[in-house]
């Protein structure tokens, strides 16, 4: 899957460039941000690398395609200006080089730290995932502007003309105008024995007349449909009504999709790692249908632990989970010996027998927390044995002769340590279904901490107690797999909000700083709320939970969402035309073909996945995919209509030039006031 989404992004990337050179050096630089990326990756120390880290690898491809477009596209826009722009190789490369250094940091930046968002995840394999994409989404910023510019100046001074690898794309026309479109007048200088790099061009009033089909859709049929105004009023008041139903339409289907969203709950059901026709679903099925078992075998085996205090795991790092997972510290005070003990212990067992339930998880036996057929306890097992209680110095030394008959079947009751006894443990069969959805877990969990916390103050010091300061019980419930795996999963839903809390405010004062301008702020932070609501809210009409794919994605689908309206706010900030029309009209028919060439790409390698047999990975190919369907959507019919309608006109100020004028004003009042001319 992986290589048919490098291959088909190559494809584009040379169609588009009309360049099987640019398109080879353009893969080329994708490919060497992973390796990069992993050695900065190990040398945070953080070893851990899985199945999941794989999602990073499309997600790389397609930033990387739309890095390069940014680019490409600005260099070959570069050679349809006056003279002061395409006078030279140098002067181009200044203007290619200074939009994309500043749009793909802007765009790089929210996207990596959307995915830091996710590194601040307790889930270990998910903060991982989330660190190495942010590694590779900044080192392919980084060899965006310093490997990219070489390999396209390369291109232009040698391998242009070149057989085979130069332009050897010539169907491209129709669809795209490539950089290996040279100018006229620059053939014409090459014929006259001048050199492009020092000899400046004519002025071409074409100028950007020049333009590719997709741009010419932009600039002549969706720039004057958004511009398209009539009469209002008597007074020649205009208003546009294109924009305006498009605005109203879109911010309608986005509340539509938002209400769809808080419907989203936690996983009612199992998750499910493969499809329903997959052998391996089809396996268990047919082992719960076809053989006979015992019903126990459905339900979660269960135990109460009482004696283990902690575990110490001073040596332990999380990103390398299989050494050193840690040393069991035991309770120095449990002591089973006395009659008091044993009697308290002997109570458990029987209020453990009849323990009351009022979740719907047990449903085995109605109202109950455990099958009381499947209870063992250690004193009524022993004592059958022994033939009477057992109490004071005697007491571990019988217990330890009674194990040793049978230690597979007893040590798990009585736990010796180096020839002491140092647990026991009560076993049993819980009422609930063993893989159940995370909710009934917690319900029936939940249930059991009750039931621990009114037993924990009967009992005597010798056989359990709590630590006030960190609130662990030396008696305690554990469920294995269930119990651990509930948690995870309502970490994972935490840390989507999280994680939404953390990108939002940084998107936001990433899309201030780059356009410099509040308004456009926040019509491109509604856009960017709208993509993610409508993405949530469509996994709920399709009848997805809010499991695994969900809360992964929901966090970084703010750094791919914000990709497309950072790059239009971006230029209509920049444009010099007075009105909104005008700047609206210059950003989308400059950055137009860029942004639909990006949104290609990217989900072009997410389609890839849909080929995949595990369903996390065709889930974030439905998710990615979403994304850049609903990003190129509110981009392009949300929020430039926004701007076409309420935008900011005039010369628009820069953060840097905003920065400026208040240092200066700043300073001025600082400076001491001139003294006074004496008579």
């Not at 802007?106 to 995915?115: D, E």
């Not at 290996?180 to 071409?204: F, L, Q, R, V, Y």
């Not at 089809?282 to 719960?288: E, H, L, R, S, Y």
């Amino acid at each position: 899957m992986v290589l048919g989404s490098m291959a088909f992004v190559l494809f584009y990337i040379c169609f588009h460039t009309g360049s099987l050179a640019l398109g080879l050096l353009g893969m080329l630089m994708i490919i060497l941000s992973l390796p990069c990326s992993i050695f900065f990756y190990i040398l945070f120390r953080v070893q851990y690398f899985a199945m999941i880290h794989i999602l990073a690898v499309f997600i790389v491809l397609g930033i990387g395609a739309d890095d390069i477009f940014v680019f490409v596209d600005a260099w070959r826009q570069s050679g349809s200006m006056s003279p002061a722009i395409s006078g030279s190789l140098t002067r181009r490369m200044n203007f290619a080089y200074g939009r994309t250094a500043q749009a793909v940091f802007n765009t790089s930046l929210t996207t990596a730290v959307a995915f830091i968002a996710t590194g601040v995840s307790p889930v270990m394999p998910v903060a991982a995932f989330g660190y190495y994409a942010a590694i590779a989404i900044l080192m392919n910023y980084i060899l965006a502007i310093s490997f990219l510019p070489a390999a396209v100046i390369i291109w232009e001074v040698h391998l242009r003309k070149a057989k085979c690898v130069g332009c050897c794309f010539p169907c491209v026309k129709p669809c795209a105008l490539s950089p290996c479109e040279t100018p006229m007048h620059a053939i014409a200088d090459e014929e006259k024995g001048s050199t492009p790099a020092d000899k400046p061009h004519p002025d071409t009033s074409a100028g950007m007349s020049r333009q590719s089909r997709v741009e010419k859709v932009f600039s002549r049929v969706y720039v004057p449909a958004l511009n398209r105004t009539v009469p209002r009023d008597s007074k020649q008041a205009y208003f546009k009504p294109v924009s305006i139903v498009l605005v109203l339409g879109l911010a309608v289907l986005g509340a539509v999709l938002a209400s769809e969203a808080m419907k989203l709950s936690a996983p009612t059901k199992e998750e499910e790692f493969f499809p329903t026709d997959h052998m391996v679903s089809g396996f268990g099925d047919k082992a719960q249908t076809d053989y006979l078992t015992g019903s126990d075998n459905q339900y979660l085996k269960a135990s109460i632990y009482i004696g283990i205090k902690d575990v110490s795991r001073t040596d332990y790092s999380r990103w390398i989970p299989a050494k050193n997972r840690g040393t069991i510290v035991f309770d120095e005070n449990f002591d089973l010996s006395s009659a008091a003990t044993q009697a308290s212990f002997k109570q458990l067992c029987d209020d453990v027998k009849v323990a009351e339930c009022g979740s719907t998880g047990c449903n085995k036996v109605e109202n109950r927390l455990v099958d009381a057929a499947t209870v063992r306890c250690l004193f009524d097992e022993f004592e059958a044995w022994n033939g009477g209680p057992v109490v004071g110095a005697n007491f571990e030394s019988r217990l330890a002769e009674w194990v040793q008959l049978a230690p597979a079947q007893r040590g798990e009751l009585a736990g010796f340590v180096d020839g002491e006894l140092k647990f026991v443990q009560i076993t049993f069969t819980s009422t609930l279904l063993d893989r159940s959805p995370p909710y009934l877990t917690r319900e029936v969990y939940d249930e059991w901490q009750r039931f621990i916390d009114g037993f924990l103050p009967t009992v005597p010091a010798e056989l359990a107690s709590c630590d006030e300061a960190t609130g662990r019980c030396t008696l305690f419930v554990y469920g294995g797999y269930a119990f651990a795996w509930m948690v995870t999963q309502e970490q994972l839903v935490l840390g989507l909000f999280s994680g939404l809390g953390i990108c939002a405010p940084v998107a936001f004062l990433v899309l201030l700083l780059a356009t410099g301008n509040l308004f456009v702020s926040l019509y491109a932070i509604l856009t960017i709320f709208l993509v993610v609501i409508s993405l949530l809210g469509t996994c709920n009409l399709i009848g997805w939970e809010l499991g695994i794919s969900e809360a992964i994605a929901g966090t970084i689908v703010i750094g791919l969402a914000v990709d497309y309206t950072v790059h239009l706010g971006h230029v209509y900030t920049e444009a010099l035309e007075p009105s909104r029309g005008g700047k609206m009209g210059t950003a989308a028919s400059v950055m137009g073909v860029t942004v639909v060439a990006g949104a290609l790409t990217t989900f072009g390698c997410a389609f890839f996945m849909f080929f995949c047999q595990l369903t996390f990975f065709t889930k974030m190919a439905t998710l990615i995919g979403g994304t850049i369907g609903y990003s190129l959507l509110y981009s392009l019919f949300f929020f430039m209509p926004l701007l076409a309608l309420l935008g900011p006109s005039g010369k628009i100020n820069s953060t840097a030039e905003h920065c400026r004028h208040l240092y200066v004003a700043c300073t001025r009042k600082t400076q001491p006031a001139p003294p006074r001319a004496v008579a």
